[in-house]
């Protein structure tokens, strides 16, 4: 069975500019996190969603966004990009929509902001 | 909002020897604790989870406790390999809040052969 992929791997962008990152969960799973992981912030929740319904939503400006499709198929938007948003971006994948159950991540996607 | 505390930041232990990671949470309506284990360039990989109805749980060499009165739950690696040298997380979520989990501040270990 595939596992969670995110595309691209890796992006570099400037500042005032924005960014679409994909995420394909593994097959059957419909729930989709996304998560932004910096070395001073950690492992930080960006929002949930399931059946194309955000259920979840982190402290985050409201320049991310994100949406979901009828495929579980995922994406979330930064836009207007600062330097501060140059982080590993995370997708993770769960097969139910209850709580409680196993997450599995993606390898990220690796965002550079100049 | 949820609070996950974890330590140490880094450990250091001799190949064969054990290491444990220590993680406290604030709310105690927090009913799954997940262990991730992320190395170099690569997503966080789940090794273990544990949930409130359980006390402690075991896979071959891992290991996690979980005590909620004290709101603390703990990462056990016996018989240490230099494969286990890498990032690990612990993380603390609430069933009935969907699937978002609130991460601790990461622990290195770093296994000496």
């Known amino acids: 069975k595939a596992g969670v992929t995110q595309t691209p791997r890796y992006l570099i962008k400037t500042r005032g500019q924005q960014v679409t990152l994909s995420c394909s969960p593994i097959?059957?799973?419909?729930?989709v996190s996304w998560y932004q992981q910096t070395p001073g912030q950690g492992l930080q929740f960006l929002f949930e969603y399931f059946s194309e319904t955000q259920r979840n939503k982190g402290n985050f400006p409201g320049r991310f966004s994100g949406r979901q499709f009828s495929n579980s198929r995922s994406e979330m938007n930064v836009s207007t990009l600062e330097l501060g948003d140059s982080a590993l971006y995370l997708c993770?994948?769960?097969?139910?929509?209850?709580?409680?159950?196993?997450?599995?991540f993606g390898p990220g996607t690796r965002l550079t902001v100049l | 909002g949820e609070n996950v505390e974890q330590h140490p930041s880094t450990l250091s232990v001799q190949e064969g020897d054990s290491a444990v990671i220590k993680c406290t949470y604030s709310?105690?309506?927090?009913?799954?604790f997940p262990w991730y284990k992320q190395e170099l360039g690569k997503g966080p990989q789940l090794i273990i989870d544990?949930?409130?109805?359980?006390g402690e749980k075991k896979d071959q060499r891992i290991a996690v406790t979980l005590n909620k009165t004290a709101k603390h739950f703990s990462l056990h690696i016996t018989e240490t390999q230099p494969e286990d040298s890498a990032v690990y997380f612990c993380?603390?979520?609430?069933?009935?809040?969907?699937?978002?989990?609130?991460f601790g501040g990461g622990t290195r270990l770093m296994v000496k052969p």
């Open positions: 544990i949930r409130s109805n359980v």
């Open positions: 097959s059957g799973h419909r729930s």
């Open positions: 709310d105690s309506a927090s009913n799954y």
């Open positions: 993380a603390a979520s609430m069933g009935n809040a969907g699937n978002m989990l609130t």
């Open positions: 993770a994948s769960s097969l139910a929509g209850q709580g409680s159950n196993e997450q599995f």
